[in-house]
């Protein structure tokens, strides 16, 4: 297979910018092979703003705002799309979505911007097939007044070369002035486009969308768009380092690095000679990328990580500096590489302020933690009652704490079902469950009960061999002890009282808000959640499958389940839940950690914020209670 170049073609500003510009990046051109026998890789066409071309020039107007005239090169299938942008200081904190360019062809299109929270994406529509691309970065990292630069690559293949489908590759830049080499934020290589060139003509528009009259907020100072050929592989340079370089040197002095703790995950460290500290979690069964380490005698200095061998799940760095009572984002949190097979990068720089800190992918929920909640709330006299419903393969006890009328319908709560980063969610279902606990009236017409981490073995990443992946095996045949335990128990307590709703948590980095994949979507509930201010992203099953045959049992799983996934139409928790007598609220919850919109503004998804979320789904779950059944 083929690898996409790093093909971010730079459009040359030198005379708009002016001599006293600060130096930009300068991403690598495309091979002159690509191109054929022009050497310079020309643009089909390009734009600057009447006031402020590029950095170093001020912008006090709107940006470029135009729709050009149909022309073949818009329908190419492989392009790069680049511009400079600036949002003004007076926007600050009033960030929206934006529209940076858009295409539109017969029956197809494309556009380019950024979401509801800063995130940059692209999405390609077409009647036979659409994807989009996103970049992992938000609001909280755009600072209004500085300029950067956006591009994205793009390369269709023509679909039938007699090799089976080949995917579509797209990748999104976004690089901040003055940067020494432009950043990757978002790779793409899931979408497949029909066959054939798209029909031309097509319409570009710049600064805006096709259809739209007016620009948004941000300013776009220049822009340019290339049309090519093909791509070539990607260039050894794109890579990060698969090892340590043999020239490694050790941590600086005073300064030590280690994973002695539950959750830990380490396995090379050290430093190159620039000074970038290079890491990589610790060898597990399958995938590697679940991280989290200690650094000690880091007091008073900045250090910058970089790490090796990166895998497309993994997640963007949180840093505690209080034993894990809080979490933050890194002091210099520059940019998450996005991934779908290839080495690529993860970078990002903290100043420390205190001796000890854990470095991890997400703030850590141990097993010890949960459970110290469980005693907790048993211990505080709410009205707890434990059950212990099963052991875990390893023999660990399945601890569920039950409050409520034990004759009422149920709501289920679980949380942490195979990785570290999985167990995020455990903050909004404890804080949902609390809630409840204050509320005598909602109490008397309900019973809540909660896994806080199902996963009570803290694989470090599922699954592990012979053990199917926990996420995916929520049917009547199967024979993990956590899953059939947690099945054997739902199924008892729903047949005698009935069931409000069933969550299972998770926490991604690919979606935005909240996400609700399932079989059972409740328009009430939906309803009564955007009143509580909660935003969900309501992915519903596929159009062209029927209730019934979402529900069918999936195909046999094979005898080495290490590497097995069941695919799209199989049962997730969602499917099972919804099977439960009297459900109105069966869903698979997935929680971003990267970026949410607030009243402050947009900002990473933290503890805090999901303990907020939590207060706001029991009020809904209470709700979606008192409202008459149809």
Known sequence: MRRLLVALLWLSLGQAVGANAAPQPRPPRMPAAAWGKDKKAPAAASWSAAKGPGPGDRVSGPGVSAVED???????????????????????????????????????????????????????????????????????IIQPGRWYHLAVVFNAPEQHDGQGDRRTEVLLYFTEEGAKRPFCVGINREGITP??????????????????????????????????????DNPDHDKAPARLPPNARPLPKGITADADFEMGSLGQIGMTAEGVILFEPKAHE???????????????????????????????????????????????????RVNSGDSTHLSFAH??????????????????????????????KLGAKIHIIGKSPEGRPLRVAEIGNPDAPLVYLQAGQHSGMERFGFFLITS????????????????????????????MVMPKPGDPNMNRVWRASDTHPTVSSIRRFLEQESARTGALAAWDVHAGT???GHALPGVSVAGLFE????????VFDIRRPPAMLAPRELLAPPPPAPADLRNWHP????????????????????????????????????????????????????????????????
Not at 116 to 129: K, T
Not at 590 to 597: I, K, P, Q, T, Y
């Open 286 to 336: 399958s995938r590697n990328y679940w991280y989290a380490f200690r650094i000690q005698g880091a007091k008073g200095r900045r250090l910058v990580f970089q790490a090796m061998q990166v895998d497309a799940m993994m997640i963007a760095p949180n840093i505690s500096e209080d034993g894990g009572k809080t979490w933050v984002r890194p002091s210099e949190y520059t940019h998450r």
């Open 432 to 459: 949902a469950f609390e809630e409840a606990a204050k509320d005598s009236e909602l109490l008397k017409k309900t019973r809540w009960l909660i896994l806080p981490v199902v996963n009570v073995d803290s694989y």
């Open 351 to 380: 100043a420390f302020g205190a001796d000890e800190a854990i470095v991890g992918g997400s703030p850590m929920v141990t097993t010890s933690a949960a459970g110290h909640w469980l005693d907790d709330v048993a211990a505080r």
């Open 527 to 534: 309803r009564y959640a955007g009143e509580q201010g909660m």
């Open 70 to 140: 149909a022309r073949l090169p818009f329908a190419a299938r492989a392009f790069t799309f680049e511009a400079w942008l600036r949002w003004p200081e007076e926007a600050a904190g009033k960030l929206q979505p934006e529209i940076i360019a858009e295409a539109q062809g017969a029956g197809w299109s494309w556009i380019l911007g950024f979401d509801e929270v800063g995130s940059p994406y692209l999405r390609w529509r077409h009647p036979q097939a659409q994807f989009q691309a996103r970049g992992e970065i938000s609001y909280d």
């Open 567 to 630: 695919g799209a139409g199989s049962l997730t928790f969602g499917g099972f839940a919804a099977e439960l007598p009297g459900v109105r609220a069966a869903y698979t919850l997935e929680l971003a950690l990267l970026a949410e919109r607030t009243s402050e503004g947009a900002g990473p998804v933290s503890a805090e914020t999901l303990r907020r979320d939590g207060v706001r789904l029991c009020r809904t779950l209470k709700k979606l209670a008192d409202a008459p059944a149809h």
């Open 195 to 232: 066959g054939g060139a798209p029909a031309a003509p097509a319409r570009l528009a710049v600064g805006r969308g096709v259809s739209e009259t007016t620009a948004g907020v941000v300013r776009v100072g220049s822009a340019a768009f290339y049309a090519a050929a093909r791509m070539p």
């Open 510 to 512: 690919v979606w935005r």
